[in-house]
């Protein structure tokens, strides 16, 4: 479905809880929310959380907003909320090389509705991120930038995002040289540097030219760092 059922309508001003509180009004509850972290990253595993919050102020989570706008410190704060407040919630990891065995977008689809299908509650409906999903075994609405105006998917979004950056501290401890504890796996200068001086490590993702370049597979050019190979 990509729109929302007939007679819901979500006022521009209705704040992160609007389309919750539309659906509800329909009759529709539970409500899914389910997001990613690490599609864009070059190493590391696909995160994906799912997150069901339930309504009235036990929904209300402080400080919820998009992952990417939260300090680390303010997304930890969050996530115990969202573990606190959550009627059902789930995260799963892909691992990296099953990112390069589906391909990033076949891989992300897949952790999604792995996500949704993990939550101890089913959900009447499930709003995503950016994009539709099928098979997610209810129907759904893909948000344009979801995870700043939905507050299901913006939980999701804390909740794949501080599992993602948690995984990334650990991967750290066995290959420091590449710093993943403080750019978690995404293109920066100082990974692109530890890339050219000591090639991918076990984690990195080969679909991605970047990372095929420094393993000596592809030629150098003027492509995009993170362009990945079909």
């Excluded at 539970?30 to 799912?50: K, N, Q, S, T």
Aim: charged share 25%; proline share 6%; glycine share 10%.
């Amino acid at each position: 479905m990509s729109t929302l059922p007939r007679g819901s309508t979500v006022r521009r001003d209705a704040g992160i809880y609007g389309y919750e509180r539309a659906l509800r009004r329909q009759g529709i509850d539970p409500i899914a929310g389910a997001d990613e972290a690490g599609r864009g990253a070059c190493a590391g595993p696909l995160v994906a959380g799912a997150c069901i919050l339930p309504a009235g102020r036990a929904g209300i989570v402080p400080g919820l907003a998009d992952s990417k706008l939260l300090t680390e410190k303010a997304r930890e704060r969050v996530y115990a909320q969202v573990v606190r407040r959550a009627l059902a919630w789930s995260v799963v990891v892909v691992s990296h090389e099953e990112c390069d065995r589906l391909g990033m977008h076949v891989a992300n689809l897949e952790a999604l509705r792995r996500a949704v299908a993990a939550l101890e509650v089913a959900p009447a409906y499930v709003l995503t991120d950016g994009f539709p999903v099928d098979g997610l075994g209810a129907p759904g609405l893909a948000v344009w930038k979801g995870d700043r105006v939905a507050a299901c998917i913006a939980a999701a979004s804390v909740l794949a995002k501080v599992t993602r950056d948690r995984i990334m501290t650990e991967l750290d401890a066995s290959w420091p040289a590449y710093d993943f504890k403080t750019h978690k796996g995404y293109i920066t200068e100082v990974h692109t540097a530890a890339l050219t001086a000591h090639g991918p490590s076990p984690v990195h993702r080969m679909r991605f030219v970047n990372v095929r370049r420094a393993a000596g597979l592809e030629e150098p050019g003027h492509e995009v760092g993170t362009k990945v190979v079909p």
